[in-house]
């Protein structure tokens, strides 16, 4: 009964009953309710399930990835900074600035006038006077503060001999 031959069928199949391999009842889906005290499932292996056993790595590379984000930010809004106060002060000694931007030399950390702990950016751009020179400038930045600067000053007109009256 179970095996199928003839004449026409020079092997031996098994007969296969395709409906009761479809029509078993499904597998109940209510959950058994487990008590507070009751230990996390555990595979055969005594280690957590996948889903359950990266977890605290997981955890680890997403608050790096957002101090990573935040320096990168902030790193961003300084270099804005600086190139905000580098043009303005190109402006102001009525002086050329070239490559229109700043570059970042130096980062470290320093203690912030309201104690906590924070970043000094030291930026570095040019300038020229008229075209055919290049000079350096030079920013520091501790937060957004500016610190220091060296670079094109205001042109100012002072006399030469200030005590010396002029022959008439």
């Known amino acids: 009964m179970g095996l199928r031959s003839g004449p026409d069928k020079p092997h031996a199949t098994p ?3 395709h409906l009761a391999r479809w029509c078993r009842p499904l597998p109940s889906t ?3 309710p487990r008590s507070a005290a009751a ?5 055969s292996t005594g280690r957590m399930p996948w889903h359950i056993d990266d977890m605290p790595s997981l955890i680890v590379f ?10 990168w930010n902030s790193s961003r809004a300084a270099a804005e900074r600086a190139d905000i106060l580098g043009r303005n002060a190109c402006r102001a000694a009525d002086v050329q600035w070239l490559d229109q931007s700043v570059h970042s030399t130096n980062i470290r950390v320093c ?5 906590w702990l924070g970043f000094e950016r030291t930026f570095r751009f040019e ?11 030079k920013l520091v930045l501790r937060g957004d503060q500016l610190i220091a600067f ?3 000053q ?3 007109v002072r006399a030469l001999h200030p005590e010396q009256q002029r022959l008439e």
Request: glycine letters at 14%; aromatic letters at 10%.
């Open 15 to 17: 007969a296969v009953n």
């Open 30 to 32: 209510r959950r058994r």
């Open 39 to 43: 230990p996390a499932r555990r595979l």
């Open 62 to 71: 997403m608050i790096a990835g957002a101090a990573l984000f935040g320096f």
């Open 111 to 115: 203690r912030m006038p309201n104690g």
């Open 127 to 137: 300038y020229s006077y008229d075209g055919a020179d290049r000079h350096s400038g």
């Open 150 to 152: 060296t670079g094109p």
């Open 154 to 156: 205001v042109a100012t």
